[in-house]
């Protein structure tokens, strides 16, 4: 492994860091790590009582918490973690928070990696393909992928790699959301069976073609989709069932209808 100090220490031994932690030892690395949760210590981690004491001879920190715990995270051992030493934060969190970060390592002399984690770590662990930005997100690339890691860096702003998991995010979360709200409709309707295949047929078939019709096709007939979503709605609501996600497309659709696809002004079509 060279000259890399690939000795790690890992703020957050929850579901995600548990299992970062234990591949890290897994391939080579030393790994500290602290948690004040009452959680189970990983296999191959030496665990702290004390944040500063976990911090000592490390050449990468990696913060796996919750967004709201990222600023108390690199606060609680700040003055004891080396000069030179990576600080990676791994939250999911808004490109202003990894900036503000950023400022704060920047002040010890850490160079700062925002680290994007690109899909669900359980099953992938360390491997759990990930994007990373900021000053330190070379350095960060260098240390973990020999140990099994895949990092892409993508810039040398930190809020880069966040920004992007946003993105995702947007689209992941939203297209959950209204595919629950679907298939609660389609329980109550008694159409379950065949609205689950019918889904599942849908997105087998979607491509980059498909994808270009939604846009461009909206925009063509927003004010016919808009009337078809309010008459979706109805049912629903005759269902039983809140139409949150449905309301917000007729929300969306109206919008649309007034500022373009892409925003007030803006006439282009993807």
């Given at each position: 492994?060279?000259?890399?100090?690939?000795?790690?220490?890992?703020?957050?031994?929850?579901?995600?860091?548990?299992?970062?932690?234990?591949?890290?030892?897994?391939?080579?690395?030393?790994?500290?790590?602290?948690?004040?949760?009452?959680?189970?210590?990983?296999?191959?981690?030496?665990?702290?009582?004390?944040?500063?004491?976990?911090?000592?001879?490390?050449?990468?920190?990696?913060?796996?918490?919750?967004?709201?715990?990222?600023?108390?995270?690199?606060?609680?051992?700040?003055?004891?973690?080396?000069?030179?030493?990576?600080?990676?934060?791994?939250?999911?969190?808004?490109?202003?928070?990894?900036?503000?970060?950023?400022?704060?390592?920047?002040?010890?002399?850490?160079?700062?990696?925002?680290?994007?984690?690109?899909?669900?770590?359980?099953?992938?662990?360390?491997?759990?393909?990930?994007?990373?930005?900021?000053?330190?997100?070379?350095?960060?690339?260098?240390?973990?992928?020999?140990?099994?890691?895949?990092?892409?860096?993508?810039?040398?702003?930190?809020?880069?790699?966040?920004?992007?998991?946003?993105?995702?995010?947007?689209?992941?979360?939203?297209?959950?959301?209204?595919?629950?709200?679907?298939?609660?409709?389609?329980?109550?309707?008694?159409?379950?069976?065949?609205?689950?295949?019918?889904?599942?047929?849908?997105?087998?078939?979607?491509?980059?073609?498909?994808?270009?019709?939604?846009?461009?096709?909206?925009?063509?007939?927003?004010?016919?989709?808009?009337?078809?979503?309010?008459?979706?709605?109805?049912?629903?609501?005759?269902l039983d069932v809140d139409p949150i996600m449905t309301r917000s497309t007729v929300e969306s659709l109206r919008k649309l209808q007034q500022d373009g696809l892409l925003g007030a002004g803006d006439e282009s079509v993807a």
């Amino acid at each position: 492994m060279g000259d890399v100090n690939h000795t790690v220490t890992v703020f957050g031994l929850g579901e995600a860091g548990s299992l970062i932690a234990a591949d890290l030892a897994a391939a080579g690395a030393t790994v500290h790590g602290y948690d004040p949760a009452d959680v189970p210590t990983p296999r191959g981690v030496e665990r702290h009582d004390d944040p500063k004491t976990a911090v000592h001879g490390s050449g990468l920190v990696m913060a796996i918490t919750a967004a709201a715990d990222a600023q108390a995270a690199i606060a609680q051992a700040w003055d004891a973690i080396g000069r030179g030493t990576v600080y990676a934060d791994l939250s999911t969190a808004p490109p202003s928070l990894k900036e503000d970060l950023n400022e704060t390592a920047t002040l010890r002399g850490l160079p700062f990696a925002d680290v994007a984690l690109m899909a669900p770590v359980p099953g992938r662990g360390l491997t759990a393909p990930a994007y990373a930005s900021g000053p330190g997100a070379t350095a960060y690339a260098e240390m973990v992928n020999p140990l099994g890691a895949r990092v892409e860096v993508v810039g040398e702003e930190p809020g880069t790699a966040a920004m992007r998991k946003l993105l995702r995010s947007v689209f992941m979360k939203g297209m959950t959301a209204v595919l629950i709200e679907a298939t609660r409709t389609a329980e109550a309707a008694g159409e379950a069976e065949w609205f689950w295949d019918h889904v599942v047929d849908l997105v087998s078939g979607a491509d980059e073609e498909l994808l270009l019709r939604m846009l461009s096709g909206t925009e063509k007939h927003a004010v016919r989709r808009r009337q078809e979503m309010e008459a979706a709605a109805q049912v629903l609501e005759i269902l039983d069932v809140d139409p949150i996600m449905t309301r917000s497309t007729v929300e969306s659709l109206r919008k649309l209808q007034q500022d373009g696809l892409l925003g007030a002004g803006d006439e282009s079509v993807a």
